[in-house]
């Protein structure tokens, strides 16, 4: 049973700073894996989708990375801004069937000014 | 972009009472939605893939009795919470998509049983 866990729970920076949001997951056979952002009590946005065979994405100030053997996947948002304050998630697809997603519990970033 | 629509956004209820979600693809036909259950600080949960015009796919420990899924039209699915507990409460989310590789996520419906 695939399982993603994503560190640290929680992450307070000064606006500015660059940082990296870290997701594992259990089976290395996904589909493909995406970083979305929830805002309080709001739906999800898309981020960035990496496909199995790709190792990056790149929108803007963020840039995924995935290292599908290990298992694990990284999140860099450069020069955070207040407006980057959220939660961020990881989820991956497992092969076959891309729609079914498995979720981590995901990052709360809190960027002050 | 596609959007994908829920209504209510927030609903309170008595203990006992049924409560139906909905869920819609604003400007796309939907074979398929997925329906997720987010309780405080945990993961979003798959509960249930709904399919147009038959039965839905409960996810293990997902009760099929007491979450009524309906996917009557290409647009529209909806998840029936029935004799809604405390328990139940949680932030219910649907997606859909036009390609594999494409989820859209509705803005969600928080459901609070009193």
Not at chain 1, 37 to 60: F, H, M, N, V
Not at chain 2, 48 to 75: M, P, R, W
Request: charged residues 15%; proline residues 4%; glycine residues 8%.
């Amino acid at each position: 049973k695939q399982e993603v866990t994503q560190i640290p729970a929680a992450l307070s920076v000064p606006e500015g700073e660059n940082l990296v949001l870290n997701c594992s997951f259990t089976d290395s056979a996904i589909y493909n894996l995406q970083w979305f952002r929830q805002d309080p009590g709001k739906g999800l946005t898309s981020l960035l989708l990496i496909q199995s065979s790709q190792r990056e994405q790149t929108s803007g100030r963020l840039n995924a990375s995935l290292d599908k053997s290990s298992g694990r996947s990284t999140l860099y948002i450069a020069a955070s801004q207040p407006g980057d304050s959220a939660t961020y998630l990881c989820a991956v697809a497992t092969q076959g069937g891309s729609e079914k997603l498995v979720f981590g519990k995901g990052t709360k970033l809190t960027v002050n000014p | 972009g596609a959007v994908v629509s829920q209504h209510p956004s927030w609903v309170i209820c008595k203990s006992g009472t049924s409560v139906k979600i909905e869920c819609r693809s604003l400007d796309f036909q939907a074979t398929t939605m997925f329906w997720y259950r987010q309780f405080p600080k945990q993961s979003l949960m798959l509960m249930a893939t709904s399919n147009e015009g038959s039965k839905a796919t409960y996810e293990q420990g997902v009760e099929k009795d007491k979450f009524l899924i309906n996917h009557a039209s290409l647009t529209l699915s909806t998840l029936t919470v029935t004799s809604a507990h405390p328990e139940d409460s949680s932030f219910y989310i649907c997606s859909s998509g036009r390609a594999p590789d494409t989820q859209y996520f509705g803005p969600g419906t928080r459901l609070t049983v009193l």
